[in-house]
């Protein structure tokens, strides 16, 4: 297949199309005339974790709420360890884009008074099912921002330690692009597909988080040399069972407690019912026999039931139509939930690029915001909006200072055969589904996943270090036949690097500190007195090298020893 090189200058490169690579683009487009451009391995409509819509906005300063307030709230929740100076500074800004979304056409529930309603302290209701064409539409009205739809982004193009842009492929046509940039942005998101489903089979990508994100960014920056943070503390949902809808729009929606089998409320006897306890609560009382288990809805009104018809309408129309083909409802019935597989996500955990106050990496030139970003769990939509702008000020503040490098031909024409080699391979022993299989049964039985109760060892995290070294090997003898198979076997690759740095998070924190998230069958306590600090690493010479850094507190101002 013959491929052609085509090369781009621009003064930013946002890598993502999503939430907060949109915000950011805005940003920058409204306050300069500086160049923009925006790469999306799919269509920047309905791409991202927006796709579907949303039909709350969770992270918010509600009435009674500061966004200190916010930062103690985000702190407990995560037994301690977060950037609290990254949250605060969401915190600062949440109000502030949640309106701009509202003048971009997004609409946000109002009472009587024209207040936005509340579904808890943190949280507003919204009609959401467009969310991201408005965010789309937003974009593509700016002259200044030039979007490449089908683009999927392989690698950073890196000059004397400085990331100079990035280099990828046409999903859609036979092209290489090399895109050279003063300043690039990585918005990719986190990390699904690396356990195995509890929904198998033709049902496997019916999962919680968007399963087109699959950790290019993440990988990216690892292979490259930034630094990582925090990436055994991984999500996993709470969610209805088999539609894998959330279950926060009922809980909080209509106020309802978990139950089991015996109808008997269970999550405080585990504890303060913290976003883990749930799940953890609901795990044990799984194991003990006292399952399923259930939000209680039966006896509802038939208001609240037909309003969380509706929720779900706007983003998990497979709940509503679940109570449809079965003649039923949440009023008739409770709704019996489960846990997912784990993802990794900066956006609702802290898994990510270790990045300062202003969302630049340890690399220069390199920026990460939303999910790809560690440090700030739950930031939600807003707060990936947040992040999206806090980038885009340091960009306006700083670009000045950057000017266009370029590889010389040979470096470029070594990362084209990088990419292109797999069309070159003779026919493997193995299938792309099935090297995915293989690393979604290593993770799942050997790193904690859904079949093992989350619970991993030492033994165990050995034994899955050394099978997907054996995957990386194999998965450079995939072939492809079409460029969609060939973005297969990069999102493969890339999540393997996750799998590798993820496993070896897992191991360094030697107590357990979110349940479930995070639970060593070999270390079942917490520590707060050897833990209280951030597991952080950088791959060097094949291995990823663990080290352990100190809190940061709220007004800090955290920098880069390098930078």
């Keep these: 297949m013959r491929f052609e090189i085509k090369t781009i200058e621009t003064d930013v490169l946002i890598i993502g199309g999503g939430t907060a690579g949109c915000f950011c683009a805005l940003t920058i487009s409204e306050q300069s005339d500086l160049n923009v451009v925006i ?258 809805t039966r006896g509802i009104t038939r208001e609240q039931q037909n309003e969380l018809i509706k929720a779900y309408l706007n983003m998990a129309p497979a709940q509503a139509l679940k109570w449809v083909e079965m003649n039923s409802g949440p009023a008739e019935e409770n709704v019996e939930i489960e846990g997912t597989e784990p993802y990794i996500v900066g956006g609702h955990a802290a898994s990510g690029y270790w990045v300062d106050g202003d969302r630049r990496t340890t690399i220069q030139n390199l920026y990460a915001i939303g999910d790809v970003a560690g440090g700030s769990p739950k930031k939600y939509v807003t707060g990936c909006l947040a992040e999206g702008e806090i980038a885009a000020m340091s960009i306006l503040e700083t670009i000045k200072e950057g000017h266009i490098v370029r590889l010389s031909r040979d470096e470029i024409s070594g990362k084209s055969k990088d990419i292109l080699h797999f069309f070159s391979n003779e026919p493997p022993l193995y299938t792309i589904e099935e090297v995915e299989g293989a690393m979604q049964k290593v993770m799942d039985e050997y790193a904690g996943g859904i079949s093992m109760a989350y619970i991993y060892n030492n033994a165990k995290l050995a034994i899955a270090a050394k099978r997907i070294e054996e995957l990386l090997t194999i998965v450079e003898a995939l072939k492809a036949e079409s460029l969609h198979e060939l973005l297969s076997i990069f999102e493969i690759i890339d999540r393997l690097f996750v799998c590798k740095v993820l496993i070896k998070h897992l191991e360094a924190r030697q107590e357990t500190r979110w349940r479930c998230y995070q639970e060593n069958g070999d270390y079942p306590q917490k520590d707060d007195d050897r833990w209280m600090k951030y597991v952080n690493s950088v791959y060097k010479d094949g291995e990823v090298q663990i080290m352990l850094r100190e809190l940061v507190g709220r007004d800090e101002a955290y920098e880069h020893p390098s930078q």
């Excluded at 999306?40 to 969770?58: Q, Y």
């Design 39 to 296: 790469t999306d391995k799919a269509h920047i409509k309905r791409s991202g974790c927006l796709a579907a819509g949303v039909n709350a906005l969770n992270a918010y300063i509600g009435k009674g709420e500061t966004p200190e307030s916010f930062v103690d709230y985000v702190r407990g929740d995560s037994e301690g360890v977060i950037r609290e100076d990254l949250v605060y500074s969401i915190a600062q800004r949440l109000n502030k884009v949640a309106q701009r979304l509202e003048e971009l056409g997004v609409p946000i529930l109002k009472d009587q008074n024209g207040e936005y309603v509340q579904r808890g302290p943190r949280s507003v209701k919204i009609n959401g099912e467009n969310i991201k064409p408005l965010l789309a539409e937003a974009v593509l009205d700016k002259e200044n921002i030039n979007v490449l739809n089908h683009v999927n982004i392989v690698d950073y193009l890196v000059k004397d330690g400085v990331v100079v842009g990035a280099v990828g492929f046409s999903l859609k046509d036979n092209k290489i692009y090399e895109i050279y940039a003063k300043k690039t942005v990585c918005a990719t998101g986190g990390a699904a597909g690396l356990y195995k489903p509890n929904n198998p089979a033709f049902s496997r990508h019916k999962m919680w988080y968007s399963p087109f994100n699959t950790g290019a960014g993440y990988a990216m920056g690892v292979r490259a040399g930034a630094e990582m943070t925090t990436f055994e503390m991984r999500f996993i949902a709470l969610r209805c069972k088999d539609t894998i809808a959330p279950t926060g729009t009922i809980s909080q929606g209509i106020n309802t407690v978990q139950v089991n089998a015996k109808g008997e409320e269970y999550v405080g006897k585990y504890g303060e019912p913290t976003t883990y306890m749930r799940l953890y609560a609901t795990v044990k009382e799984n194991l003990k026999g006292n399952g399923p288990c259930f939000l209680k």
